[in-house]
């Protein structure tokens, strides 16, 4: 009797924590977007596949263009079309300009401080401040400046000379091109090119390439169980890895920094880190304590931020541009007869060219569209809970603006999924982008240097493209545009090109 007692008081005891687990839950998620519901611990994570974009366009077909879902113990928010989007990153961008706070974003931008840093990761006054400051010093020494532009032609002379040098023999365009953005990106934050063969340069060109992978792997399984970094299985490869390229890059940063504080004179600002010591200085003339904004922390996070985001993104954007065109020879065409009617064969293409190469110009609005390069951007979380087109999102929850869903949508884009060039032209030949063509993003977490990058990538490729056809390895079996892998970036399946010269 005894034990049937205890059984019963087992089972009552049981039920009415079942009922205060579903109550809490009701809770909690009350008025949230609904969504599949996953494992427990590790939520929908584990279900997104190589692609995540294209399980959540799947999903939005079930759930509608906004739904939420569980990335590890990390409630996500799915924005699924133009509309939704829009109404969160335009119409609150305040309260949807945060950044994760969660475990790998911390680490990534702490410094010896102790602090986390960077205009990447910070949001609030300070996250503006840097945002407004960035923006300028990348107009006053960016590529409208002669000697800036210079420097990356002769980066991108080099770039064609790399390519010259395999006369006609297949290779991967990747990791030169990689090189040439980060050279490009060194000039604008250190003013500088550096030796291909520099060991240094090459160490620290492997960790910037580390540095996005280990953002684009912190989803919120991994940041959500930090413990789970000391169980090799699970994430202790995340972790050594956030560990190396934290070494790499703060060694070398605080190199160049030093070398510029030795150098600095006032009133001649050669880069980023001038600028930005010539802030922390007037700062500190006027008799204040260097502002946040301005600490020796943040410089090292911006610069390290700059780099990274100057390098992968745009890199991985001209490859899908070797790809592209290697499908489509007739664009090609048309390419090389607006440049050969406005650019001397010999010369390096400019930026002063940009107006007289719409075309151009469109090919690689068309090729951005078409890769979808990042899908979601950087992680976005919302400051404060809010109500986005009648349902509640709970402070700090993830927001995935999921953009392959304007990309690709009929509603928006006649035939979207043909190479279309000319979608971005007008009746009489000029250039038009859409409101919808977001490729850096929109809201006050839109890329701070995409008018630079938008410029390089016309410089890159237009060069390219008056100097060679490219053609595909092999003739009968060319590459495939459609199959890719996503890892924060979207790229497409290693490949070989030719390059002819013309």
């Known amino acids: 009797m005894e034990w049937n007692w205890t059984l019963l008081q087992l089972a009552v005891s049981c039920q009415l924590l079942y009922v205060f687990i579903k109550a809490w839950q009701w809770y909690k998620l009350r008025g949230v977007p609904p969504g599949p519901t996953g494992l427990p611990f590790v939520g929908y994570a584990a279900f997104l596949g190589t692609n995540p974009q294209d399980k959540l366009l799947e999903l939005s077909k079930t759930y509608g263009k906004i739904f939420s879902l569980y990335m590890g113990p990390q409630l996500a928010i799915i924005l699924n079309d133009f509309s939704s989007i829009q109404a969160a990153l335009k119409g609150q961008s305040d309260r949807f300009a945060g950044r994760s706070r969660d475990f790998v974003f911390r680490r990534l931008a702490l410094e010896a401080d102790g602090k986390s840093h960077g205009i990447t990761?910070?949001?609030?006054?300070?996250?503006?401040?840097?945002?407004?400051?960035?923006?300028?010093?990348?107009?006053?020494?960016?590529?409208?400046?002669?000697?800036?532009?210079?420097?990356?032609?002769?980066?991108?002379?080099?770039?064609?000379?790399?390519?010259?040098?395999?006369?006609g023999a297949p290779f991967d365009p990747l990791y030169p091109i990689t090189v040439c953005c980060c050279n490009a990106a060194c000039v604008v934050c250190y003013g500088r090119q550096f030796d291909r063969g520099d060991p240094e340069f090459v160490e620290y060109l492997r960790g910037t390439e580390l540095g996005s992978k280990v953002i684009a792997q912190a989803n919120g399984f991994q940041s959500g169980y930090p413990m789970l970094r000391f169980l090799p299985s699970v994430m202790f490869p995340l972790w050594s890895r956030i560990l190396e390229t934290t070494r790499i890059n703060r060694r070398f940063i605080h190199q160049q920094v030093m070398e510029h504080r030795a150098s600095f004179v006032e009133g001649e600002v050669r880069d980023y880190t001038d600028a930005f010591l010539r802030g922390e200085r007037r700062i500190v003339k006027n008799g204040l304590s260097a502002e946040d904004a301005f600490a020796d922390e943040e410089l090292s996070q911006n610069l390290r931020g700059l780099i990274q985001g100057g390098t992968g993104t745009t890199a991985v954007t001209l490859q899908w541009m070797m790809l592209f065109m290697v499908n489509h020879p007739e664009v090609q065409k048309w390419i090389h007869r607006e440049?050969?009617?406005?650019?001397?064969?010999?010369?390096?293409?400019?930026?002063?060219?940009?107006?007289?190469?719409?075309?151009?110009?469109?090919?690689?609005?068309?090729?951005?569209?078409?890769?979808?390069?990042?899908?979601?951007?950087?992680?976005?979380?919302?400051?404060?809970?809010?109500?986005?087109?009648?349902?509640?999102?709970?402070?700090?929850?993830?927001?995935?603006?999921?953009?392959?869903?304007?990309?690709?949508?009929?509603?928006?884009?006649?035939?979207?999924?043909?190479?279309?060039?000319?979608?971005?032209?007008?009746?009489?030949?000029?250039?038009?982008?859409?409101?919808?063509?977001?490729?850096?993003?929109?809201?006050?977490?839109?890329?701070?240097?995409?008018?630079?990058?938008?410029?390089?990538?016309?410089?890159?490729?237009?060069?390219?493209?008056?100097?060679?056809?490219?053609?595909?390895?092999?003739?009968?079996?060319?590459?495939?545009?459609?199959?890719?892998?996503?890892?924060?970036?979207?790229?497409?399946?290693?490949?070989?090109?030719?390059?002819?010269?013309?």
């Open 339 to 502: 440049l050969d009617q406005h650019v001397e064969r010999l010369d390096l293409v400019r930026a002063s060219d940009r107006a007289n190469l719409p075309y151009v110009e469109a090919v690689v609005c068309e090729v951005q569209r078409m890769a979808n390069i990042t899908p979601f951007g950087l992680l976005r979380t919302n400051t404060k809970e809010t109500t986005l087109l009648g349902y509640r999102i709970p402070t700090r929850s993830f927001i995935l603006p999921n953009f392959a869903s304007i990309n690709g949508d009929p509603a928006l884009w006649a035939e979207p999924g043909e190479f279309k060039p000319e979608r971005f032209l007008d009746l009489v030949g000029k250039l038009q982008k859409p409101q919808h063509f977001l490729p850096f993003s929109l809201g006050k977490r839109s890329c701070v240097g995409q008018s630079f990058a938008q410029t390089e990538l016309f410089l890159v490729f237009s060069n390219i493209m008056h100097r060679f056809s490219i053609e595909c390895e092999d003739s009968t079996r060319p590459p495939s545009s459609t199959e890719r892998f996503t890892d924060g970036l979207c790229h497409p399946v290693p490949f070989k090109i030719r390059a002819i010269h013309r």
């Open 121 to 167: 990761f910070h949001d609030g006054e300070v996250h503006k401040r840097a945002r407004r400051f960035t923006i300028q010093t990348l107009k006053e020494i960016g590529l409208n400046r002669s000697s800036t532009h210079e420097k990356i032609l002769r980066e991108i002379g080099l770039l064609l000379m790399t390519f010259a040098d395999h006369r």
